[in-house]
């Protein structure tokens, strides 16, 4: 087996399109903005957000009151 065979594919399993919810929630570090701004509804992004935390197996952002 190559190297390149035995690293984890994590990336090859990953809806790409998740990766613009996650640039949009990263720049407005809002929900509801985020949703706002790629024109889709504010459950839709979280969805994609706990898709994103299921993948990765990582919190990725964290809720902060009054931030």
Same mark, same amino acid.
């Given at each position: 087996? %190559? ?5 984890? %594919? ?10 613009? %919810?996650?640039?949009?929630? *990263? ?16 459950? +839709?992004?979280? +969805? ?11 919190? *990725? ?5 009054? +931030?």
């Amino acid at each position: 087996m %190559t190297p390149r065979q035995s690293r984890p %594919t994590h990336l090859a399993n990953l809806d790409l399109n998740l990766l613009g %919810t996650l640039r949009a929630l *990263l720049r407005e570090r809002n929900v509801t903005r985020a949703a706002r701004n790629l024109g889709v509804t504010q459950p +839709a992004v979280s +969805a994609s957000l706990s898709r994103l935390r299921r993948h990765f197996a990582d919190e *990725l952002l964290v809720r902060v009151q009054g +931030a």
